[in-house]
């Protein structure tokens, strides 16, 4: 029984592997429409002492674009359980196996996409790596121990569980439909080896993959920390010691601030391998959220970066932009050729956070000199934007924008009354602590 066909069609949403989901992007072969559709496999489930599955089968799907109503089809594997997420719907499948001769006629003579570009190629794609075991950003207010490693033992501690909160709210949600969250939030009470009591903010950016791992999450804040000016003083670093702070404060500021300004003459440097330019863009752009970002820079850098993405990846750049698959820090970027300063900064209406000086985005041993400094939004704006004639972003605040928060004192349940919080909350939050 366990290898029939028509029972294991039966039973195959129970064999779904949500791991394995995989979004690619295409255009409407009439219209040229964007539209993506996904894709989905089995794996083997235990059953009564054995297992069941893997069980994929081949097939079509044909859709319909919700542009110009021309019919197509695609290829996939799974026809019966893959869907149009955007730009076509599902008229109906085709499985290959059991095809009628009208289905394999209409198979032979449709017009099928072309086009497609694995999502995986998605420049737009986050992730909140933090290197733990660098020197710390946070520090104990009470005895300036580095408080990074310490945050990242409590987030090990408890990462089982944490996921499993995570978990059981990705399967609410996607029952539920609706809007994803912005992030997942957790709160880790630490008690330093001074015997002061600290509390840790760490997110990641959410996503329906759940094979994160506790690397993945970024400090955002450690309440009863140093203040960061006093952690990071004003003084000369190694490069690598420049980026991998500005590695830690973007997810920060991507997720306390409202706009996040990158003015910076050179990205990597001209003696830079295709790959290695790739890698500098894409540490950043990973780290962002694209839409919230300002990047001011010398024209030839993105021409470069577009060059070098076409050498590594063997991708044209302007087939991502079509598939909307290019980040739009690149596409938005502004150009100016005429300056040399080095400002990293994050703004937002109670204040901003400035990290500026001599060095470029680019790694390596050589000495820059780099200050962080608090200061109002007027006064960034007059003393950083005007001088290189860049306008400050005007901030989306219309659209609702929320994360769920794990809380270490709720045993990471997802369905606590404060496990929802809403972006115009993150600040107290995450800054002081104050719980909805
Ligand atoms: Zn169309
Ligand atoms: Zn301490």
Not at 265 to 283: D, I, N, T
Request: glycine share 6%.
């Amino acid at each position: 029984m366990l290898k029939d066909k028509k029972f294991l069609r039966s039973i195959k949403s129970n064999l779904l592997d949500f791991d394995s989901v995989k979004h690619t992007n295409s255009t409407c072969p009439s219209c040229s429409g964007l539209l993506t559709y996904s894709q989905v496999w089995t794996h083997a489930v235990p059953l009564a002492a054995t297992h069941v599955g893997p069980f994929d089968e081949f097939g079509w799907s044909i859709g319909e674009c919700k542009v110009c109503n021309t019919e197509f089809l695609v290829d996939v594997v799974n026809p019966d359980f893959s869907d149009f997420i955007s730009g076509a719907r599902k008229v109906r499948f085709i499985l290959e196996d059991g095809a009628s001769e009208a289905d394999l006629r209409f198979v032979s003579c449709s017009l099928r996409l072309e086009d497609s570009l694995d999502k995986n190629l998605d420049m737009n794609k986050r992730s909140y790596v933090y290197n733990y075991e660098g020197r710390s950003l946070y520090e104990c207010g009470n005895c300036s121990a580095g408080l990074d490693q310490q945050v990242y033992g409590a987030l090990l501690g408890v990462f089982e569980r944490l996921r499993d909160g995570s978990y059981s709210y990705l399967n609410w949600s996607m029952k539920s439909g609706g809007l994803d969250p912005e992030y997942i939030i957790s709160r880790l009470p630490i008690v330093c080896g001074c015997g002061a009591s600290l509390v840790a903010y760490v997110g990641k950016p959410y996503s329906q993959d759940h094979n994160f791992a506790a690397s993945d999450f970024s400090i955002l804040n450690v309440v009863g920390s140093k203040k960061l000016h006093d952690a990071m003083k004003p003084g000369i670093y190694s490069k690598d010691q420049v980026m991998e702070w500005l590695y830690k404060l973007l997810p920060r500021w991507t997720v306390l601030f409202d706009t996040i300004y990158l003015m910076v003459p050179f990205v990597g440097h001209l003696y830079m391998k295709p790959e290695q330019v790739v890698s500098v863009w894409e540490a950043l752009i990973s780290r962002v959220d694209t839409k919230k970002v300002r990047l001011v820079t010398k024209k030839d850098q993105i021409n470069i970066f577009k060059r070098a993405y076409r050498e590594h990846y063997k991708v044209d750049y302007s087939q991502l932009e079509k598939l909307k698959l290019s980040p739009e820090l690149v596409n938005g970027a502004v150009v100016n050729s005429k300056f040399h300063a080095k400002v990293y900064a994050a703004s937002s209406l109670f204040g901003c956070e400035v990290y500026s000086g001599s060095a470029n985005l680019l790694t390596g041993p050589s000495k820059e000199v780099m200050h962080f400094s608090e200061i109002s939004q007027s006064d960034f704006e007059s003393s950083f934007l005007k001088p290189l004639g860049v306008s400050a972003v005007v901030p989306d605040h219309a659209q609702v924008k929320y994360s769920f928060l794990l809380d270490f004192e709720n045993d990471f349940s997802a369905f606590d009354r404060r496990s929802t919080i809403y972006s115009e909350g993150y600040y107290s939050l995450i800054m002081h602590d104050a719980l909805p």
